[in-house]
């Protein structure tokens, strides 16, 4: 009988990078493979299920204006918890960080159920550093019984945590298997704005994506104001900045942005869009996780607005910096990349420490070693 395989997401990052997994999946017949998801960031998370031609088997549409945490929490709990007793699965895949990543890996162990994290390890050692996320993870880390490192160092922080060895395999991030299906040389941009200032800007596109909640207030305002001196140091570069819909981030991003001749807002993209921007740009600035991961594979450097970082291989490999978020830090390091070719180079052509495409296979891999179906372990990811 085939293995049941539950995937649960919720978000479009996770849509993104769990999306590789179940293709792969359900290319072994040895599996049979229903997706979950919650709906936590509804109509971003719809565009990648399109995208990636994914049909849930469930959705639990819990998103709500100005939903809370525990409110998004208890609702994805409840409604995982009665799927995995009503349907019962042989092992739960989760991705990540995320409310619903917690929520599915606590009602998967109340069900006595399996679980399996994907993208597992990774750690800032600070509480409230991302917030929740870095609890979120930790937590499932404490649950799970089958941890995808997608890297060595993720691997030691779980060793470290007394995960047993032989529970861990290093995979690399499924995001670089992603990226091998929507970027493209010949690609046409949908959204009609992204398409205009793409094909008229003659110099330099910066990417800007910010929203974690620890950079709400005042540290949004400081990086709005470095942008605009950037701007003003450079005139040959151009701003595009995918603004995000929660109104803590728009509140603050309109009013100090909004009307500049050389900055382009829009509304969240398309995945297969930003992927293709973020290829097409010669900087990114953001306080996002995955960006960290995605941009290597593409010879982008990136600049991280925040005090610090889950992915320290990325600092380590030389194809990301983590500058904080005040407006003299940042524009100190975006002026140096901007300015100075030899050191913008050496972060373009540094070493990918996040996989080579593969890490889906190895999950699959995994899998059939967890349940007995081959007697080898899989090898495993290196750099």
Same mark, same amino acid.
């Given at each position: 009988?085939?293995?049941?395989?539950?995937? +649960?997401?919720? =978000?479009?990052?996770?849509?993104?990078?769990?999306?590789? =997994?179940?293709?792969?999946?359900?290319?072994?017949?040895?599996?049979?493979?229903?997706?979950?998801?919650? #709906?936590?960031?509804?109509?971003?998370?719809? *565009?990648? &299920?399109?995208?990636?031609?994914?049909?849930?088997?469930?959705?639990?549409?819990?998103?709500?204006?100005?939903?809370?945490?525990?409110?998004?929490?208890?609702?994805?709990?409840?409604? !995982?918890?009665?799927?995995? @007793?009503?349907?019962?699965?042989?092992?739960?895949? =989760?991705?990540?960080?995320?409310?619903?990543?917690?929520?599915? @890996?606590?009602?998967?162990?109340?069900? *006595?159920?399996?679980? #399996?994290?994907?993208?597992?390890? /990774?750690?800032?050692?600070?509480?409230?550093?991302?917030?929740?996320?870095?609890?979120?993870?930790?937590?499932?880390?404490?649950?799970?019984?089958?941890?995808?490192?997608? %890297?060595?160092?993720?691997?030691?922080? !779980?060793?470290?945590?007394?995960?047993?060895?032989? @529970?861990?395999?290093?995979?690399?991030?499924?995001?670089?298997?992603?990226?091998?299906?929507? =970027?493209?040389?010949?690609?046409?941009?949908?959204?009609?704005?992204?398409?205009?200032?793409?094909?008229?800007?003659?110099?330099?596109?910066?990417? +800007?994506?910010?929203?974690?909640?620890?950079?709400?207030?005042?540290?949004?305002?400081?990086?709005?104001?470095?942008?605009?001196?950037? &701007?003003?140091?450079?005139?040959?570069?151009?701003?595009?900045?995918?603004?995000?819909?929660?109104?803590?981030?728009?509140?603050?991003?309109?009013?100090?942005?909004?009307?500049?001749?050389?900055? %382009?807002?829009?509304?969240?993209?398309? %995945?297969?869009?930003?992927?293709?921007?973020? $290829?097409?740009?010669?900087?990114?600035?953001?306080?996002? #996780?995955?960006?960290?991961?995605?941009?290597?594979?593409?010879?982008?450097?990136? /600049?991280?607005?925040?005090?610090?970082?889950?992915?320290?291989?990325?600092?380590?490999?030389?194809?990301?910096?983590?500058?904080?978020? @005040?407006?003299?830090?940042?524009?100190?390091?975006?002026?140096?990349?901007?300015?100075?070719? $030899?050191?913008?180079?050496?972060?373009?052509?540094?070493?990918?420490?996040?996989?080579?495409?593969?890490?889906?296979?190895?999950? $699959?891999?995994?899998?059939?070693?967890?349940?007995?179906? %081959?007697?080898?372990?899989?090898?495993?990811?290196?750099?």
């Amino acid at each position: 009988m085939a293995i049941k395989v539950f995937t +649960v997401f919720g =978000v479009r990052p996770e849509a993104i990078k769990m999306a590789p =997994v179940i293709a792969e999946l359900a290319r072994h017949k040895e599996f049979s493979v229903s997706v979950c998801v919650t #709906g936590q960031h509804r109509a971003m998370l719809d *565009q990648v &299920l399109r995208l990636f031609n994914i049909e849930p088997k469930y959705d639990l549409n819990i998103m709500r204006e100005r939903q809370t945490l525990p409110e998004t929490f208890a609702r994805a709990l409840t409604g !995982l918890g009665g799927i995995f @007793s009503a349907d019962r699965p042989d092992i739960v895949l =989760v991705h990540g960080d995320t409310s619903t990543t917690f929520a599915g @890996s606590l009602a998967a162990f109340y069900s *006595q159920v399996p679980i #399996g994290h994907v993208e597992a390890g /990774l750690r800032t050692h600070h509480k409230y550093l991302p917030f929740p996320e870095e609890i979120n993870r930790k937590l499932t880390g404490a649950l799970a019984d089958i941890h995808f490192a997608p %890297t060595e160092t993720a691997k030691r922080n !779980l060793l470290r945590e007394g995960v047993s060895d032989a @529970s861990i395999y290093v995979t690399g991030n499924t995001v670089i298997d992603a990226l091998a299906t929507t =970027v493209r040389p010949d690609y046409e941009y949908h959204e009609p704005a992204l398409r205009q200032v793409v094909a008229e800007t003659q110099g330099r596109i910066l990417l +800007v994506e910010v929203h974690r909640r620890e950079n709400w207030g005042e540290p949004m305002h400081e990086m709005c104001l470095a942008l605009l001196d950037i &701007l003003t140091a450079f005139p040959d570069c151009h701003i595009v900045f995918p603004v995000h819909l929660n109104p803590a981030v728009r509140e603050v991003v309109t009013p100090h942005l909004a009307g500049h001749s050389r900055i %382009t807002l829009l509304n969240p993209l398309d %995945t297969d869009d930003f992927h293709n921007l973020m $290829a097409r740009s010669y900087l990114i600035l953001t306080d996002s #996780g995955g960006l960290q991961e995605e941009a290597p594979s593409l010879g982008v450097p990136v /600049l991280v607005l925040r005090n610090n970082t889950e992915r320290p291989e990325a600092v380590e490999a030389g194809t990301v910096r983590v500058v904080g978020t @005040s407006r003299a830090g940042i524009v100190a390091h975006a002026r140096e990349l901007l300015g100075d070719s $030899a050191a913008y180079q050496a972060m373009s052509k540094a070493v990918n420490p996040y996989g080579d495409g593969k890490a889906s296979g190895r999950i $699959a891999k995994a899998l059939l070693h967890f349940f007995g179906h %081959t007697t080898e372990r899989p090898w495993e990811w290196t750099y």
